[in-house]
């Protein structure tokens, strides 16, 4: 696949996770994707850690919209420059819901072969997320 089509590929699964539609969305990775990520969180580094970890923050977390802020491709690799507006719905690391609309900033990078996601990984500003819900 050509790096456009990369980044149209992930911008369709953007477009699947701000529908709200899970399914779609986790039918852009492959079944066997790798999250590095994922480990220091204590989810497993799989499509089924990663399933935990969304699933785990759905409620803690609503009303979630993703924005795209800048997408980049190169090769079979394409980066993501977002903002993701939730509410803080929900307890977060020892944080009782506020129910404010808060957002924050996060880097994607997501690697692709034959079509599917097989490599995902991210950084988000967690920081500054937690000062909007006021952990001091």
């Given at each position: 696949?050509?790096?456009?089509?990369?980044?149209a590929?992930?911008?369709?699964?953007?477009?699947a996770l701000?529908?709200?539609?899970?399914?779609?969305?986790?039918?852009?990775?492959?079944?066997?994707c790798?999250?590095?990520?994922l480990?220091?969180?204590?989810?497993?580094p799989t499509?089924?850690g990663?399933?935990?970890?969304?699933?785990a923050?759905?409620?803690?977390?609503?009303?979630?919209?993703?924005?795209?802020?800048k997408?980049?491709?190169?090769?079979?690799?394409?980066m993501v420059?977002?903002?993701?507006?939730?509410?803080?719905s929900?307890?977060?690391?020892?944080?009782?819901?506020t129910?404010?609309?808060?957002?924050?900033?996060?880097?994607?990078?997501?690697?692709?072969?034959?079509?599917k996601v097989i490599?995902?990984?991210?950084?988000?500003d967690?920081?500054?997320?937690?000062?909007?819900?006021?952990?001091?």
């Amino acid at each position: 696949m050509s790096a456009e089509e990369n980044k149209a590929l992930v911008l369709q699964a953007f477009e699947a996770l701000n529908r709200g539609d899970m399914e779609s969305m986790f039918s852009f990775f492959d079944p066997a994707c790798s999250y590095p990520d994922l480990a220091p969180s204590g989810f497993p580094p799989t499509l089924e850690g990663h399933k935990q970890l969304l699933s785990a923050l759905s409620t803690t977390f609503t009303e979630r919209h993703h924005t795209v802020e800048k997408i980049v491709a190169e090769g079979d690799t394409v980066m993501v420059w977002l903002t993701e507006y939730v509410t803080h719905s929900g307890p977060w690391r020892n944080v009782p819901a506020t129910n404010k609309r808060v957002s924050f900033k996060g880097v994607e990078c997501f690697r692709l072969a034959q079509n599917k996601v097989i490599e995902f990984r991210f950084i988000y500003d967690t920081i500054g997320l937690l000062q909007q819900i006021g952990m001091e």
